[in-house]
């Protein structure tokens, strides 16, 4: 199994990576993470792991995640890519509103790089379409960050297979970040087409959680998973996930955490090689 991916073809970074969006305030994601420096020492294990392909977002916070991962890693590692998203306005813990306008873009993108302390964004994604706006503008404000030397590669987010063919037209897609996971393949489209154009696959949701609930989003795969976990001496979430890497080798994985253990036990998910009869069972779930 490959265990790198070449970003937009020049970046390469290690498939399990980190998502940073709840090193933030609850409920909603919303505010600073209450324990800063448990924050910081959890991104710096992860770094010291082989994580070196960091997400968040403008709206984690908003702001205060990426001002987290500045505080805990910068001065940054040469190979560490850091991934961020804009073009969101959240007032409020349960205000989540588009805005793909391209002042809002420009502004998000200069925020991002102020608290990131960066020169230049490895990724920046939209991190959703804007209903109100055209889709090409939106794109085509981060084709002109990109050739200002704001961003250095672009990604979408939350988009239908159709509106990654009109990025593509526009300017270079590096990743699409839409939700997936062992038990909710409904971007499997989406993802054959970016398996087939070597564009990073970022599956949020990868245990089919949603970002604002708990549950027990892996329950009706419980049974097979179980097996398979009992075999390889792990845990079902750490098999759900190694199915994804085996998935697709443009797969990226961005599981969140905030405990130490649970990121190292996730560390552990590149090294699970399933067999071909576990794929098939994994496989055959829905």
């Given amino acids: ?9 020049d970046l390469s970074i290690n498939r399990l990576g980190y998502g940073a969006m709840r090193l933030t305030g609850q409920p909603g994601n919303f505010g600073p993470y209450a324990d800063w420096e448990g924050g910081k020492q959890l991104l710096r294990r992860a770094v010291e792991l082989g994580v070196n392909f960091i997400d968040t977002a403008e709206a984690y916070g908003p702001g205060t995640n990426e001002e987290i991962i500045a505080d805990a890693l910068h ?21 989540i509103q588009a805005d793909g306008s391209p002042e809002s873009l420009r502004r998000g993108v200069e925020g991002s790089l102020q608290r990131l302390q960066r020169d ?14 055209p889709f090409s503008d939106s794109i ?30 526009i300017a270079p897609i590096a990743s699409i ?3 997936y996971s062992l038990t909710d393949r409904t971007h ?3 993802l054959n087409y970016a398996t087939a154009h070597n564009i990073a696959f970022i599956p949020y949701g990868s245990l089919g959680a949603h970002p604002l609930r708990r549950g ?31 998935r697709a080798p443009n797969i990226v994985l961005i599981p969140g955490t905030t405990t130490i253990s649970h990121l190292e036990d996730n560390m552990r998910t590149a090294t699970i090689q399933l067999s071909e009869h576990e794929l098939a ?3 055959a779930l829905i």
């Fill in 1 to 9: 199994m490959q265990t790198t991916f070449k970003l937009g073809g």
């Fill in 75 to 95: 001065p940054y590692h040469d190979d560490l890519v850091i991934a961020t998203k804009g073009g969101i306005y959240k007032p409020a813990p349960d205000t």
């Fill in 120 to 133: 230049r964004i490895d990724l920046y994604q939209l991190h959703r379409p804007d209903p109100k706006i």
């Fill in 140 to 169: 085509r404000t981060l084709a002109e960050l990109q050739q200002a030397g704001k961003i250095r590669h672009i990604g979408v987010s939350n988009v239908t297979l159709a509106q990654l063919k009109e990025a593509q037209t």
């Fill in 177 to 179: 970040q839409n939700r």
């Fill in 188 to 190: 499997e489209a989406i």
């Fill in 216 to 246: 027990a989003p892996l329950a009706q795969a419980d049974g097979v998973l179980a097996q398979i976990a009992q075999t390889h001496e792990v845990g079902t979430t750490q098999i759900a996930l190694a199915w994804l890497l085996h």
């Fill in 281 to 283: 069972q994994l496989n």
